[in-house]
């Protein structure tokens, strides 16, 4: 009789524990999905404040656009209609509102610029505010660069209104492959500091870029690297230093990526043996001097006269 009061006593302590166990599960369960729960709505309010705040900033200036030209002399736009649609693209609050018409006209200018470059004054002349410009030059000291128009609209202090007044005279110039340094080259996209090395080091062997596409020359420089940065650079005429093809020696000529030791020899061979007339890369590929993998790459090229 006690061992069965015993047993009974034991399983009811067991039974109850599961569900103590049970309770404590639940109440932990509860906790995490309305913590969670809160977590989200906090999360997606702050997008929302952050987005509102992109377009529809508390701090409004009520200003006359300026177009400056350098062709011609400074005119200001139409001062009721340019001050009816910033109200209307800037609107947050009643408040914002109150004080936008009690607030004087701001002088904003539209000139060309590098968002790379331009000075914090020159931003405030834009129409940015001052604490606007110093967040964008604390991006730029901080390593941030504006590659494509595009990547100065995504910045958070640049509203929609504001990129839409000023795409047209943002100037971002390209990297030119014959002037640019390793800095330069390691801030375009997907380059780093190792491919950076390389394209100058090409650029040695080569003399000087002649086009764009003899990056796909360097090692493991695929198609697809090329593509993410061929609107990013450029190649000027200006700065072409052509080949001398026609004066170098042979040891010289050797180095270069499109020549090689053989060719170099039958260059040399021919220039000996042919009048200056007759001295052009179609006719050593006609010789045969030319590696045929190479040549078309080589005519390519900007040769000095003989």
Request: aromatic share 12%.
């Amino acid at each position: 009789m006690r061992i069965s009061v015993f047993i009974s006593m034991k399983q009811k302590e067991e039974r109850s524990g599961i569900s103590q166990s049970f309770v404590m599960g639940a109440i932990a369960l509860v906790f995490l999905i309305v913590g969670y729960q809160t977590a989200l709505f906090i999360y997606n309010a702050s997008l929302t404040r952050i987005a509102a705040n992109r377009d529809m900033p508390d701090t409004v200036y009520v200003y006359r656009e300026v177009v400056r030209s350098s062709d011609g002399p400074v005119e200001p736009a139409m001062q009721e209609n340019h001050e009816s649609a910033l109200r209307k693209n800037s609107y947050h609050s009643q408040r914002a509102s109150a004080v936008r018409r009690n607030m004087p006209f701001r002088q904003v200018e539209s000139f060309r610029f590098n968002p790379n470059t331009v000075s914090v004054e020159d931003l405030c002349r834009l129409g940015f505010s001052p604490k606007q410009a110093e967040s964008i030059d604390n991006y730029r000291r901080k390593g941030g660069r504006f590659r494509r128009k595009a990547d100065f609209a995504k910045s958070y202090v640049v509203s929609d209104s504001i990129y839409r007044r000023l795409e047209s005279f943002i100037d971002i110039p390209p990297v030119d492959l014959n002037t640019a340094d390793s800095a330069a080259f390691d801030a375009l996209p997907g380059i780093g500091g190792w491919f950076a090395s390389k394209m100058l080091e090409y650029r040695e062997k080569l003399g000087a870029y002649s086009y764009k596409e003899q990056l796909l020359d360097i090692h493991n420089f695929d198609q697809e690297k090329y593509d993410a940065l061929s609107d990013l650079i450029t190649v000027s005429p200006e700065y072409i230093m052509p080949y001398p093809l026609w004066t170098l020696p042979a040891d010289s000529l050797r180095k270069h990526p499109y020549i090689g030791d053989y060719a170099a020899k039958g260059i040399v061979l021919y220039r000996d043996n042919n009048p200056p007339s007759s001295w052009t890369v179609e006719a050593l590929i006609t010789a045969g001097i030319l590696n045929p993998e190479t040549s078309h790459k080589l005519a390519r090229c900007v040769i000095s006269e003989p």
